[in-house]
């Protein structure tokens, strides 16, 4: 059974930095593109970062030039680089991973706390 398995949220001051991780298991991390979003109390989950299967990456304009996203396919994992952080980033974020060629396949984590103090 697949899985997703988030890690390296928490609490950090306003300015801060933190790294989430994400590995999956039974998957050829190769095949997929990878992305992190998140969902902030009150407010729909939005895409934060994404990596496709080439390294070519987007980012959603609020974090441009703070968050890096990066991946180890070797360890089937994806990373989120977080620095400056803003209360605003205040939300839970997951990982996901989706396969788009041949049969479609689309995994979610379980989701890690970002909590940014002012």
């Known amino acids: 059974q697949v899985q997703l398995v988030e890690s390296g949220g928490g609490l950090v001051q306003t300015g801060g930095s933190l790294r989430l991780s994400c590995a999956a298991s039974?998957?050829?991390?190769?095949?997929?593109?990878m992305n992190w979003y998140r969902q902030a109390p009150g407010k729909q989950r939005e895409l934060v970062a994404g990596?496709?299967?080439?390294?070519?990456?987007n980012y959603a304009d609020s974090v441009k030039d703070r968050f890096t996203i990066s991946r180890d396919n070797a360890k089937n994992s994806v990373y989120l680089q977080m620095n400056n952080l803003k209360p605003e980033d205040t939300a839970v974020y997951y990982c996901?991973?989706?396969?788009?060629?041949?049969?479609?396949?689309?995994?979610w984590g379980q989701g890690t706390q970002v909590t940014v103090s002012s």
């Open positions: 996901n991973m989706e396969k788009v060629l041949g049969l479609r396949r689309n995994y």
């Open positions: 039974e998957i050829s991390g190769s095949l997929y593109d």
């Open positions: 990596i496709n299967r080439g390294g070519i990456t």
